[in-house]
């Protein structure tokens, strides 16, 4: 176990790198980056470290998991700068989109939770030869006008292909799934833009089934950000106190 640094420690590049588990070029890089404070120099322009670029250090390994490596680099040479608040306002803004995150997650398993399964085409509301919905059918079996599916369109919501010998709009089984999950989205007060986000992640899952599967492990990685980021805040808080 490494020995606890005291305040009138020097410590070398070697030394600093050794205790994080990094490489010395490491080490200088984020120094040049402003993730730490500048290094002292020997007679001979080597550098020195002391427990405050330790604890510098350990902020910003603390803060990327929760916050990224961009973000936390910046949070660094903000602090590292003197502005503070500047500071602050980065990190607002990486808990606003992790509650954006959890925002879109519940919103999907709301969803997912209310919709009924689907139900099998009116005699006559299939393309014909095409396996497809025509728009009208598919919005009085919605409950909302052909208006607002085209809406939809126009949002990415819904990416019908057009029929080649009508140029009519033909939905398939995708766009009836997406429909309905904005359907049921719309009713929950979440606006288009909202919802584009719900969309793609149905979509990147490849359906509505398998997206189900892969919830519990966005909500893993959601929970383990937020405590992550109660973990850089901790040592970020310590590494400004240890600055004065």
Do not use: C
């Not at 033909?170 to 989205?185: F, G, I, M, P, T």
């Amino acid at each position: 176990m490494a020995r606890k640094l005291q305040s009138g420690d020097r410590l070398r590049p070697v030394d600093l790198a050794r205790r994080h588990g990094l490489s010395t070029q490491a080490v200088r890089n984020y120094e040049e980056a402003g993730i730490l404070p500048d290094a002292g120099r020997t007679a001979h322009g080597y550098r020195t470290y002391t427990p405050l670029h330790a604890r510098a250090l350990d902020a910003f390994l603390a803060l990327v998991p929760g916050h990224g490596h961009q973000p936390a680099a910046s949070i660094m040479r903000a602090v590292n700068r003197g502005a503070v608040d500047e500071a602050y306002r980065l990190i607002d803004e990486s808990h606003a989109q992790l509650l954006d995150d959890r925002r879109t997650l519940r919103a999907v398993e709301e969803a997912l939770r209310d919709l009924a399964p689907t139900p099998l085409p009116a005699p006559g509301a299939a393309a014909p030869g095409s396996g497809g919905r025509f728009v009208g059918p598919l919005a009085a079996e919605l409950d909302i006008r052909p208006a607002t599916l085209r809406k939809w369109e126009r949002a990415g919501l819904v990416r019908p292909r057009r029929d080649p010998l009508t140029g009519y709009r033909v939905y398939d089984e995708a766009d009836v799934r997406d429909a309905r999950l904005a359907r049921q989205l719309r009713r929950g007060g979440y606006l288009l833009e909202q919802i584009g986000p719900v969309i793609a992640q149905v979509r990147a899952a490849g359906g509505l089934e398998p997206l189900e599967a892969t919830l519990r492990d966005w909500h893993g990685r959601v929970s383990a950000r937020g405590r992550a980021m109660l973990t850089g805040a901790a040592e970020l808080e310590a590494y400004l106190r240890e600055r004065g």
